[in-house]
């Protein structure tokens, strides 16, 4: 299994659950190799907790190297769906990467992170914002002048000091390093996240 970082919460999703979210991510991009689109699962055929809306993000990773890295920030389908249609994203739409090939299926370890709700955050300045953030926990989304951007809470493994997380955060948004402004909006939430080689995810 793909280690899991200390930047996962616990407890949500049970070990079997995990294992189907995983093997749905797996199918929906083998699916995506042989039909050139993402798999449909239906929610009424897996347990409750995988039928609620939720928001997913689904990175791919081949020997330790991004390979892509898709999600939504807000719930609007049910956490089996949205868990196909990223992995698929993932594989096939991320301009960052040409699409999967069907030589890189072996080799891809799939890592998913499943979102809890978004919470507003209030702050005076930029320094109590920074004194609010919780390093390892909080993903955070940045939203001002029509730009947006988010981290997930994985990134604090390459950026554990809170005020490089937030400077790479408004670089990635589109706004300046040191940008700051009274309409600056920022909002957090934290994942649940597991992974794993997709031959295990295949094998149960």
Not at 153 to 160: A, G, K, N, R, T
Request: aromatic letters at 8%; hydrophobic letters at 35%; a negative charge.
């Amino acid at each position: 299994m793909v280690p899991m970082s200390s930047t996962e919460t616990q407890g949500v999703y049970r070990p079997e659950e995990r294992r189907m979210l995983l093997g749905i991510a797996a199918q929906s991009i083998e699916h995506g190799l042989n039909q050139g689109a993402p798999l449909e699962p239906d929610p009424q055929e897996y347990p409750a907790a995988l039928q609620a809306d939720r928001a997913t993000f689904v990175t791919l990773q081949i020997d330790g190297e991004l390979r892509g890295c898709i999600g939504v920030l807000e719930a609007i389908r049910p956490l089996v769906v949205d868990v196909a249609r990223n992995a698929y994203a993932a594989a096939f739409e991320d301009p960052r990467f040409p699409p999967l090939t069907r030589a890189e299926l072996p080799r891809l370890d799939i890592h998913l992170s499943v979102l809890s709700p978004s919470e507003p955050m209030h702050f005076r300045s930029e320094s109590d914002l920074l004194d609010q953030i919780r390093p390892g926990i909080d993903g955070l989304i940045l939203e001002d002048r029509g730009r947006r951007g988010t981290f997930l809470p994985s990134v604090w493994e390459q950026l554990p000091n809170p005020a490089d997380f937030f400077e790479h955060l408004r670089h990635k948004a589109g706004l300046p390093s040191r940008y700051w402004s009274e309409t600056l909006e920022v909002s957090r939430y934290s994942t649940e996240s597991f992974g794993a080689p997709i031959a295990e995810t295949f094998s149960g």
